[in-house]
């Protein structure tokens, strides 16, 4: 239900987008997130929002680089990423909690898209 994309490749300092498609139309009245995993880590998260994007969370690893948005109208879910480092390299999943609020914990959410790789070059 969740199809994350927009990964690839790019040199330190560059930009990437990445978009969650919820295809189901499901959650549009619940929270959304994107987490992130490197090779051989844990799963750790990167940003979160509110069903109606009143209240957005970011790792403290990227905040001032990554902005979480949503288009409710496209049912689409983006993490706008800037300035990246060979540090953000890792596979990006998009998720989505049962609730309209939600906290940053892997276990606040329920629902999991396929994850999109981002690799960051130095």
């Known amino acids: 239900q969740l199809q994350a994309s927009g990964g690839g490749l790019v040199q330190t300092g560059g930009s990437l987008r990445l978009s969650c498609v919820d295809s189901r139309r499901t959650f549009s009245n619940n929270a959304v997130g994107w987490f992130r995993q490197a090779p051989g880590k844990e799963r750790d998260f990167v940003a979160s929002?509110?069903?109606?994007?009143?209240?957005?969370n970011y790792a403290d690893s990227v905040k001032g680089r990554f902005t979480i948005s949503r288009d409710q109208a496209k049912n689409t879910v983006y993490l706008q990423m800037n300035s990246l480092k060979p540090e953000d390299t890792a596979t990006y999943y998009c998720a989505a909690a049962r609730r309209a609020y939600t906290g940053s914990k892997l276990n606040d959410f329920n629902y999991w898209g396929q994850g999109t790789l981002v690799t960051v070059s130095s």
């Open positions: 929002m509110s069903w109606n994007g009143g209240t957005i």
